[in-house]
């Protein structure tokens, strides 16, 4: 048996510049930071040569072309395994639109677990580089980078999307203290709102490719992402929230879906209650609400957004791994 866990994140800047209709011109980057809420993936020897997969439904199939779920089946696929074994998957929080990048996470931990299940050792990076080629060219999904390589790397990292489809990823270098003190001002709340990303993101890649202004924004938004990170590595954070806001108001003129009146309400209740800063996280229109507050601000914007569950989070260094490797026969094939 084999289990890994595999961290979500959270984006704070440059979202969208990951997408391959702008930096396949002009470049991208995001940064980011993997955070304590998980998704585990178990991979166990299946006593015949068929497939069970279980996640919000369970499928048990001869072949792997039978699979429905099409990341299970491209990843199964990709690495030529042919059957033979059961897929569990469970989550810390919903699996499904909620801004934190749950796809990618899922796909970074199976393709572990199904590596260590061969008996075969993979790196982050390659972890990444293969999530991405299998969400983005094998299944079709219209999606960014950025999750993959969070999922995979954890930390706090500035990711950059380069135009010959290469990725870099760079930690950045700050004292423990200094990386509590981030934490202890970050604020999440759960909207109850999920959604398809992957209808947003069709519309805002059509629009990046169409409008000269969008894509004036993204650039904006790049430069934010150097600059958060310029501050970060001086050890400031005064201009955490200002950057957070900008960055906020430049993703909103990307797509009309991205927010709607009850996400501005929420967003405006929150500054108006002590916030610096915020954003929705992921694609929009759903999800998760993060703000960046003195921790003093907490009760109050609480208290503004009652109706909306608070999840407290803590950033996570370690990246997918393996949790537990009980070594079993040959695979079957």
């Not at 690495?79 to 970074?108: C, H, N, Q, Y």
């Not at 759960?190 to 209808?199: E, F, K, L, Q, V």
């Not at 050890?235 to 108001?249: K, Q, S, T, Y």
């Amino acid at each position: 048996m084999i289990i890994s866990q595999t961290p979500l994140r959270v984006s704070f800047v440059g979202g969208g510049s990951d997408l391959p209709a702008f930096y396949r011109q002009e470049g991208g980057a995001v940064l980011s930071v993997a955070i304590d809420k998980y998704v585990y993936v178990n991979v166990n020897r299946k006593f015949d040569s068929g497939t069970r997969v279980a996640y919000s439904r369970t499928e048990e199939v001869d072949s792997v072309e039978q699979i429905q779920h099409p990341i299970v089946r491209a990843t199964m696929g990709y690495l030529g395994i042919r059957g033979g074994v059961e897929i569990t998957t469970i989550a810390d929080i919903p699996s499904k639109g909620t801004g934190l990048g749950s796809s990618s996470t899922f796909t970074v931990g199976l393709l572990h677990a199904l590596n260590a299940f061969r008996g075969q050792y993979v790196s982050k990076a390659k972890l990444g580089a293969d999530s991405c080629l299998i969400e983005i060219e094998l299944c079709g999904a219209p999606i960014g980078k950025q999750d993959q390589y969070a999922a995979a790397f954890g930390g706090l990292n500035l990711i950059e999307f380069h135009p010959d489809e290469s990725v870099s990823v760079t930690p950045l270098i700050c004292p423990r203290d200094f990386i509590v003190s981030i934490e202890k001002q970050v604020l999440m709340f759960y909207t109850g709102i999920t959604r398809s990303a992957s209808d947003i993101l069709v519309r805002q890649s059509a629009g990046i490719e169409r409008a000269a202004e969008k894509r004036k924004a993204l650039r904006r938004m790049v430069e934010l992402t150097y600059q958060l990170r310029d501050e970060l590595q001086r050890w400031n954070l005064d201009a955490f929230g200002e950057i957070l806001h900008e960055n906020w108001l430049l993703k909103k003129s990307l797509a009309e879906e991205i927010t709607n009146d009850a996400i501005d309400g929420w967003y405006r209740r929150a500054l108006q209650a002590g916030a610096k800063g915020g954003k929705l996280l992921g694609a929009g229109a759903g999800g998760f609400l993060m703000f960046f507050a003195p921790p003093d601000r907490h009760d109050a914007i609480k208290v503004a957004l009652g109706e909306l569950q608070h999840i407290p989070v803590k950033f996570d260094f370690a990246g997918s791994r393996i949790v537990h490797y009980q070594p079993t026969s040959e695979l079957t094939q």
